[in-house]
Structure formats: C-alpha cells, structure tokens
C-alpha cells in the first residue's frame, strides 16, 4: 500500500516525460492512422462520404478471408517453429552437455540480423526450380525437382520456412538470456533430485519462463500477422492467390489496383483482427498462469 | 552422480551436440551459399550452384561500386540508425517505466494506443504520413525519416521495457528514495542500469528494423544522396535482371556491414543480455 | 569501466564505417546526377521515370544530352524500378506533390486528371505542327480524354510477339510456324515430345501471361467489338466467348505448353532458357527485339523467328491483329508555367522528335513517331523482320492499359490461378465480372 502511494506522489514528472514523447507518437503513428480510417469511409478519390460501405464489403470479401487463413496458418506454424524451436534448442544451452555454445550462439543467432528482403530474395534462390539449392539436393538422391514457389499445394509451407529460419534466433537468445536469469540454486537443486533434461526442462525451466514465453509469443504473433516483406519478394501473394496475407492484399489495393480506400480498409480491418487474436492469446496466457 | 546414467549422459552428449550442430548448420549455411555465391561469375553460377567458386573474383563488387552511391547509401542507413537507436531506447524506457510503475489518469488507454501500435500494418501509414509531411514541409531532409522511425519502433520497444521493469523488485526504489535521490535519479541512474539485458534486445530489434526498413525511405524522401542501402539495392536488382551473382553481391553488400557489427558485438550482447541479472 | 570501454569500442566503429563511408561518396560525387549547387537563376526540373536498365540507356542519354545542351537548366532525376515507382507515383498522387515530369500509363493518368494534377499537350502539340505531325497515327489515343492531350507517347508497338527458334522447330519435325490453332497445340506436343519447354514465360508478377499472351488470346475469341462493349457495360465477362479464352488458355497450360516454374521466375529468366534452347518459343512485348538483338547468343539471333498467335476456330476476332498501341508516356505537372513549362515541354520534344526516334530505332527500339530517314543497316535482322511482321498488322486494346487497375489485378491474377488449375474458367469470368459490377 505505502508502495503505490510513494509512486503516486511522485508522479509529477509524468508530463514533462509523458506528453513529449507521447505527442511524437501520436503525429506519427496516431494521426496518420486516424487519416487511413478516414480514406476508408470514402469513396475512391475521396469525393464522397460511403460510411461502412467498404467494411461491410470487406466483411463479404472471400480473398480477405482467405488471406487470413493463410496469416492464421502461417502464426501457427512460426508460433511452434519459431518459439517452440527456439526454446528447445535453448534448453539444450542449460544442459552444460553443448561444445562450442559461443559459437553455436553465433551461428543460430545471424539469420536475424539479415534484411526481410534480403532474405526473401536468398530463399526464393534455394528455391529456384532449375538452379535452386533444394532441387540440386532433391537430385543428389535421384528425386523428382519440386516446384516449391509454384504449386499451390506448399507454396504456403514452402514461404514459412525463411520466416521461421530467420527469426529462431531472435527467440532463442531471448530464452537464452531468461534461462541464464535463472538461479543456479534451483538448477542444482532438481539436478541433484536427479530430473532428467525433459524433466528439468517441463517442470523447472518452463513454469519460471513464463512471463518471457508470454513475452516472446505476443511478440511472434504480432509479427506474423503483419508479415509483407518476405512474401513480397518470393512469390508476392501468388501463385494466384496461393500464398496471400493480409498485408500484402492491402499493399496489392492500395498501391497495384489504386484503391486507396479500400486499402485503407484492409488494414484498419487487419489492426481489428490483430487486436482481437492478441486480446484472445493474452487472456488466455494470462488465465493459464492464475492458476 | 548415478552410476546408471552415464550412458545416457553420453547419448545425451552425443545428441544435443548433433541436434545443435545441425541446427547451426542449417542456419549458417544459406547465409555462407550467399558469400561464396557472390564471389563466382554469373555463368559458373549457372552451371553448378553449389560448387565453390572456382577461381573467386571480385568483379560483382567492383561492380557494386560502379553503380549509384553505395557510399552515401551506407552513409545515410548509419546516419539514421544512429540517431534513431539510442532514441528509441531512452523513449521506450520511460514510457515502459511509467507504465508498470506509476498510475496516473489515462494510463489504460495511453497504453492501448501505445502497444496497440504493434499491430498497425506499416503501409496503411505511407500515404497519410506523406500527406502529413509535406504539409508540415518535412520531406526530403537528412533527418525526415528519423521521427517516423523512432515512432514505428517505440511499441515493441514499450512492451519489452514494461514487461522486464515488471519483474524488477521495487525495493530497490525504496531504498534510493530513503537515501533520499529523486525521481529522475532513481529511474535513470538505478532502474535504467539494471535494464540492460533487454536494452540489448530493444537495440538489436531497432537497429534491424531502421537499417532495413525500405517504404518510407522510399517515399518521404527523393534526393539521390539521401538513399538508404534498402533503395539502392533495388536499384542495383533494377540493374541486374539476369545478374544472379551481380545480385547476391548487392545482398552481400547490403548485409555485411550489419553482419559485420553483429560479430564484432556478440559477446557483449550476450553478456549484456544476460548481466545484471534481476533475480526474480 | 565496462560501460566506458564498451564506448569507445562503439565510436570506433562508428568512425571507420564513416570514414568509408565518406571515401564512397568522395568517389562517386562526380559521377552524381547533380554537379554541387545549382545557381539560383537555373530552372530546376524533377523528373520521375524507371527506365533505370539496359533498355532504359538511350533514354537517359537523351536526358544527359539535354542538359548539355541546355546549361541553365538543372535537370534532376528521380529514378526508382518500375514496382517502387509505382508505389511512389501513388502515394505522390494522393497529394499532388508529383515530380514537374513524369512517365504515366493510361490508368495512372486517369487518377491524376480527374484531381487536376496533369497539365495539356494540345496548345504546344498546335504550335508546333512538324513535331506533332511526327507522331504515329492512333499514339495519342491512350492519353487522351474529351479531346485534350495529357500525355505523349514513349514507344508504340506491339505487346504480343512470339519469338521461335526455327532450328528447334526443324528438329521437332515443324516446318515452318503454324497458321491454325490445331497446327499450333499440334506443334506445342511435338516439341514437348522432345523434351523441351515449348514456351517459357516468367510471370511472377502476373503481369506477363496476362498482357503479353492471354490480351491477344481473347481478341481472337471476342473480338475488339466485345471488348469495347465490356467498358461501355453492354458486354459481361461471363460471355460465352470470353470464357472460352479462358478455356484455351487453361488448355495450353494442362497440356503442358509453358514452363513449369512458370509463376515464380521474371521474364528475364524465362529468355534466359529460350537463350539456352531450353526453351522453343518466348512470347514477349517488341522490347524483347532490343533484349535479344542485344543480349542472345549469335546462333540464336540467327534462328529466331516471329510470330503471332493463328486465328482461333469460331474466333470472333481479327486474326491479323495484336494487342499494342503506346503503353507509357510523358506528361507534365500542371503546376508548370512560364519558363519551367517552356523547359518541360522542350526536353519532352528532345524525347520525342525525330532524332530521338532516329536513336530508338536504329536501337532496335520502337519509336512512337515515323522515322522519316534511318540508317537501315543499323537495325538487327530481328528488327528489321519485326518492323516488317507489323506491316499488315492492326492494334487491339491491352487489357492492362484500356481497363482500370483493379479489374485488369482481378484478371491478371486469376489467370495466374487458372494456369495452376486454381479455378475454373466460369468461377473466374464470375469473379471478374462481379468486380466489373461493383464499378460505374
């Protein structure tokens, strides 16, 4: 009690931080996002007020739903191989088994720092059909080339993989960094009750990691619900509409099909959508560790 | 130790070195394909992909070089991110600060807008922050592209700094305001240290996301010498359509200097990371 | 201490990056686009284009010509690749903060006109009649609206023409280019059988298969007749002819007509295998004359032949007939006056005049003017064949330039669709039709 008391008395400062920063921001990200609602209830070209007539069109639209399918497929899998993968192999890190771990840190950390385009643009390469890393693999074993990028039925799985080989990294030295905080005592304690690592890891490692899981998965989450960058580059929502996202039906709206306003509604209809599967995810997180 | 464990503990050595080893491997490798790719000619390229280059040239740098201003390219990614980082942090951090410490009115929905910026689609901004811009005639300068990049990174940067202040006892305040500093000291000089492990992840988030962000680079600004390395790539892809290797090297060359500082500072953002560790 | 050493550390780095940094701008400052401060009595010019590549170089030599010749004017480019260009043209366009001049298609003018951003040709177009008596009969079509003038066209040809490699077709047992739709699926087995593409295309960015091939392909089934109906509204899509244009393309991709990776490779990788034999037949625009009289191998300059698509049974369309006209051009910020007009309009005629055209076509270009005297022996022979396949031949709409943006994406990615048995050729002339219905 004496606690917050202390904190609200010294809450004085709080403009001379608060309204500075948070005017930036608000010029910045506020503004420009009130201005894109306000495309949205316009017509295109902006002459006439349309109301709700673009989101209840969004509402029917089968290519949105359709390309949040694809966002909701492509979380899922960057949730389990992105965080999942992530806090395996960091779990490997606590088991003092690991030779060279600087090394190994090095290696599985690099892809992150690479540009989304960049990357998009090297996978799309391995990717290749005649000259791809894969198809020359695929040949080593005397196996068939396969169309990657081209056939509808992967190409989705296929532009999931340098998503989740790019980002691994990230998660796992946040783990990593949260493992390290772990008190060696605990660590010790369940070693010497003779926990084995599965063990360690489940019931010791896993429960203290919480708050950073949370951390991390948000994290995942949002990021790929708004992924452009990658997609844009290899196979740009195609073939047809194969491989479609949310941000790149808006990006093909806005600036291919010169439908500024409908664009517009994508998105907001995106930040909607985002906002809800968020909400969902932490209430449930949050209800998981109440218990 | 038990005595029945230690073949286990061998398979398990064994193991956990293989899956590690592979893993590092499969990380590694496309990133050193792309290194040793961008040193081959276009038409040993064509001929085997994965060979190494036979006899390495330089020739797709010396290339690189020929075409645009990778000089002043370079010059302005670093320009921005060096200003934009520490920027970014020192904002993010005080907002953090306030938000998993001190109540005040309107504290709920400052942070609704604030983390709901997450989840903003970047391009749904490009046209109104244009509009924006040039009426408020702030195109096409050196610093245009600094505020919007501060502001599309303070989110992440909010949550990540709310989430670790968090877990940080407040003991340690009380007992910098019985020694009787005031509030400015206790957040900069004793909280702010101690987020040093997640500063470490807010820098790197950051610094990716400044040095490789292409849209508004593109846009807000149109001067040739204010071009960021994003847009001079795909002037250098624009040049090069059937250039594979021409390509890669502008890859290459776009991500060496990151990689560059990335191995440089491993070890200390490691360290960084995980010191001054706040047992919670 | 660690903090101190960790900064020092930082700056160091920071210092020689910027130090290289510097060395690059130091070498290359002179071979930059603008020499140092213009004095304050020059006119500056912007002009947005994305002629950046190969093909682009004689256009940016006439703009480095210009401003030779013209020293009090600061002529500045704002180039960017096509895809950001056009990004940058959009978000420009919401604001009017466009460049003095610009490269415009059809439907970029028609966003821009309705806002006044785009100034009129038809005064300086009257002043000046040999410049405007140059130009190609029907070039201006595209750019015009209620008789006034916004654009002048860059090129004029034709957006369909099949390149064949004659060898391969000898050696597949076809003597010569097929004339009917029968003779040409027949061919298309023939060189499949032995193991080639039979015609590679690259439409990653689904622009290629829709205005290079498929605009042709649905002439021939709908005639001109239809499609300017479908704009008027009489005509729908779901109209028995158009639909069966989209049953022959479907055809052609079941029975294995194109490469493979088809949709995930540029046009650049698809000529790529036609250079490599690979590949029997590319179907490209004419700017593909000036990529392989430039870039093929010898052999192959030497083999290829050109063709159109033959005449489709019970086609309702004219089987002499290609789609083509004058794509792109330039047009000038209506803000302009005085002086900076009289610049603009006089660095557009450097680009459009004779001796431009002069330029382009002993380029292997195609100027949108009639060169009235060109050196014949500067052409390639593909050229010169290309010049000669046009003679008897007549334009019909390009789908990507005649019909807005969002109908010409709706189509153009559902014939990606339809080329990987994605939909059926109803469920897509419903689904273009219902976007034609949600506009005027």
């Not at chain 2, 002037?235 to 990335?262: C, E, N, R, W």
Request: with cysteine; net charge neutral.
């Amino acid at each position: 009690m004496s606690n917050s008391r202390l904190f609200k008395l010294r809450a004085g400062p709080a403009f001379r931080y608060l309204v500075p920063i948070f005017s930036m921001y608000a010029f910045t990200v506020l503004l420009p996002l009130l201005i894109s609602i306000y495309y949205s209830v316009f017509n295109e070209g902006g002459t006439k007020f349309i109301g709700l007539q673009n989101y209840i069109l969004l509402a029917k639209d089968n290519d949105f739903w359709f390309s949040v399918k694809n966002n909701i497929i492509l979380t899922i899998f960057s949730v389990l191989g992105q965080v999942g993968f992530a806090f395996l192999i960091a779990s490997f890190f606590m088991t003092k088994l690991l030779k060279l771990e600087g090394l190994h840190r090095i290696a599985i950390f690099l892809p992150v720092v690479l540009a989304p385009v960049v990357t998009g643009y090297l996978w799309s390469l391995i990717y290749n059909y005649r000259m791809g890393v894969l198809n020359w693999l695929l040949n080593l074993f005397n196996a068939d080339p396969v169309l990657w990028l081209d056939n509808p039925n992967y190409v989705l799985y296929s532009v999931s993989v340098p998503l989740i080989w790019q980002y691994i990294g990230l998660y796992f030295i946040i783990f990593l960094a949260g493992m390290q905080n772990i008190s060696k005592e605990v660590l010790e304690a369940s070693e010497i009750d003779g926990a084995t690592w599965f063990k360690k890891t489940a019931y010791v490692i896993f429960p203290l990691l919480k708050n950073v899981m949370s951390v991390a998965l948000i994290l995942c989450i949002t990021g790929t619900l708004k992924v452009f960058d990658h997609i844009y580059v290899m196979t740009g929502g195609g073939p047809g509409r194969s491989s479609m996202v949310m941000a790149q039906y808006a990006y093909n709206n806005a600036f291919t099909m010169s439908r500024l306003s409908y664009g517009s509604t994508i998105s907001i209809g995106m930040l909607i959508l985002c906002a809800i599967i968020v909400l969902i995810m932490s209430r449930w997180i949050g209800g998981e560790s109440e218990k | 130790m038990r005595k029945s464990s230690s073949i286990t503990v061998k398979l398990g050595y064994a193991g956990t070195n293989l899956i590690v080893f592979l893993f590092s491997l499969s990380a590694l490798f496309p990133i050193v394909w792309m290194l040793y790719s961008s040193l081959k000619s276009n038409k040993e390229f064509s001929i085997s992909t994965m060979s190494l280059p036979s006899s390495p040239t330089l020739e797709n740098y010396v290339n690189a070089f020929n075409i645009g201003n990778i000089g002043s390219a370079i010059f302005s990614s670093l320009l921005n991110t060096i200003i934009t980082v520490p920027l970014i942090i020192l904002c993010a951090f005080v907002i953090g600060y306030f938000f998993s410490r001190i109540e005040f009115k309107g504290k709920k929905i400052m942070m609704v807008l604030f983390l709901s910026g997450m989840m903003i689609p970047i391009h749904a901004l490009l046209v109104p922050l244009f509009v924006q811009f040039k009426w408020m005639g702030m195109l096409d300068t050196r610093f245009t592209l600094i505020l919007p990049y501060i502001a599309f990174h303070l989110p992440v940067a909010i949550f990540l700094f709310d989430s670790f202040i968090k877990g940080i006892s407040r003991e340690i305040e009380e007992a910098a305001y019985m020694d009787g500093s005031s509030f400015d000291y206790t957040m900069f000089r004793v909280i702010f240290p101690i987020c040093l492990p997640i500063m470490s992840t807010v820098a790197i988030l950051s610094i990716l996301g400044t040095w490789n962000e292409f849209s508004f680079a593109l846009v807000l600004n149109k001067s040739s010498e204010l071009f960021t390395l994003p847009i001079w790539l795909t002037f250098f892809s624009g040049q090069h359509t059937t250039d594979y290797t021409g390509k890669i090297a502008g890859l290459v060359l776009t991500s060496l200097p990151i990689i560059v500082m990335y191995l440089f500072f491993s070890n200390k953002i490691m360290t960084g990371m995980t010191a001054g560790a706040v047992k919670g | 201490m660690l903090m101190r050493h960790r900064k020092m550390q930082m700056l160091l780095i920071i210092l020689l990056i910027v130090s290289i940094a510097l060395i690059g701008c130091g070498k290359n400052s002179s071979a930059g686009n603008d020499d140092g401060k213009a004095p304050s009595d020059k006119i500056t010019l912007t002009i947005g284009h994305f002629d950046i590549d190969d093909n682009g170089a004689i256009f940016r030599d006439a703009l480095e010509k210009f401003r030779k010749e013209n020293p009090e004017i600061n002529l500045v480019e704002e180039a960017v690749p096509h895809d950001p260009y056009r990004v940058k043209m959009t978000t420009l366009g919401a604001s009017g903060e466009l460049p003095d001049l610009f490269v415009a298609n059809g439907s970029m003018l028609l966003d821009y006109i309705p806002k006044g951003y785009v100034g009129t040709f038809n005064e300086a177009l009257d002043q000046d009649a040999e410049w405007k008596n140059g130009f190609l009969p029907n070039s201006f079509d595209e750019f015009t609206t209620d008789g006034k003038i916004y654009g002048v066209p860059t090129a004029m040809f034709s957006v369909h023409v099949i390149y064949y490699n004659k060898e391969l077709f000898k050696q597949a047992g076809i003597a010569s280019f097929p004339q009917t739709w029968e003779e040409f699926t027949d061919a298309i087995l023939k060189l499949k059988d032995n193991g080639l593409t039979p015609i590679a295309m690259g439409n990653k960015s689904n622009v290629p298969v829709g205005s290079v091939l498929f605009g042709t392909l649905a002439d021939r089934y709908t005639g001109t007749a239809w499609f300017k109906a479908v704009k008027e509204g009489t005509a729908k899509f779901t109209d028995p002819e158009f639909v069966d244009s989209l049953k022959a393309l479907q055809k052609l991709a079941e029975m294995g007509a194109f490469n493979p990776d088809i949709n995930s490779i540029d046009g650049d990788m698809a000529r790529t295998l036609y250079f490599n034999k690979q590949a029997a037949m590319i179907v490209d625009g004419a700017w593909a004359v000036t990529n392989i009289s430039r870039d093929a191998p010898e052999d192959i300059q030497k083999a290829t032949g050109l063709a159109i698509l033959p005449a489709v049974p019970g086609g309702k369309g004219d089987p002499m007939s290609v789609a083509g006209g004058s794509g792109w051009s330039l047009a000038f910020n209506s803000e302009l006056t005085g002086a900076k007009k009289d610049a603009a309009i006089a660095l557009i005629k450097s680009v459009s005049g004779q001796e431009y055209g002069r330029t382009k076509i002993e380029n292997n270009g195609q100027p949108p003017v009639k060169v009235e005297e060109y050196d014949q022996s500067k052409l390639s022979p593909l050229s010169v064949d290309y010049f000669e396949l046009m003679n008897d031949k007549k334009f019909s709409p390009i789908y990507d330039i005649q019909l807005s943006p969002a109908l010409v994406e709706v189509i153009y990615k559902g014939l990606q669709d339809l080329l990987i048995g994605g939909v059926t050729p109803e469920e897509l002339s419903k689904k273009i039709q219902s976007v034609r219905d949600t506009m005027k």
